[in-house]
């Protein structure tokens, strides 16, 4: 049964970093774009960073640009989000997703929150 597993998650002061991992297990995540959403309390999900299957083509969302950086490594089956410069607003339950390549682009996968497996989420507070 396919199955994404989120870690790393986790308390950090405003300016901080954290480096979310999201491994697959029971399919392999090649041929499938992957993305990371988020949502806080009393709002609606959104999309952060979404990457191609390949890698090559990354969207990611305006409030996070500059900051977050997904990357991908198909041999461990796993998909990262680094994120820098953590804000407050930053602060929500982290999503791991993933639709086969070539049922969406990478940009609607990470606006519209199009996803076919679905990881359990981890939480990200940023605080003082």
């Known amino acids: 049964q396919p199955q994404f597993v989120e870690s790393g998650g986790g308390l950090v002061q405003p300016g901080g970093s954290l480096r979310l991992s999201c491994a697959a297990s029971g399919f392999s995540l090649d041929g499938y774009s992957i993305g990371w959403f988020r949502q806080a309390p009393g709002k609606e999900r959104e999309g952060v960073s979404c990457i191609s299957s390949t890698g090559d083509i990354i969207n990611s969302r305006d409030p996070v640009k500059g900051r977050f950086t997904i990357s991908r490594d198909n041999a461990k089956n796993t998909v990262y989000l680094q994120m820098n410069s953590l804000k407050p607003e930053d602060s929500a339950v982290y999503y791991c997703?993933?639709?086969?390549?070539?049922?969406?682009?990478?940009?609607?996968?990470?606006?519209?929150?199009?996803?076919?497996?679905w990881g359990q989420g981890t939480q990200v507070t940023v605080t003082s």
């Open positions: 997703a993933a639709v086969p390549s070539g049922v969406t682009t990478v940009h609607n996968m990470c606006k519209n929150l199009r996803g076919t497996y």
